[in-house]
């Protein structure tokens, strides 16, 4: 169970950062 939450944390980073970039990427065009 340890291993499915760690994984669905990264998941949810992974998400974040994808996020923070498009919102960069708006900012700047």
Avoid: F, I, K, L
């Amino acid at each position: 169970m340890a291993s499915r939450a760690r994984a669905r944390a990264r998941a949810r980073a992974r998400a974040r950062a994808r996020a923070r970039a498009r919102a960069r990427a708006r900012a700047r065009a």
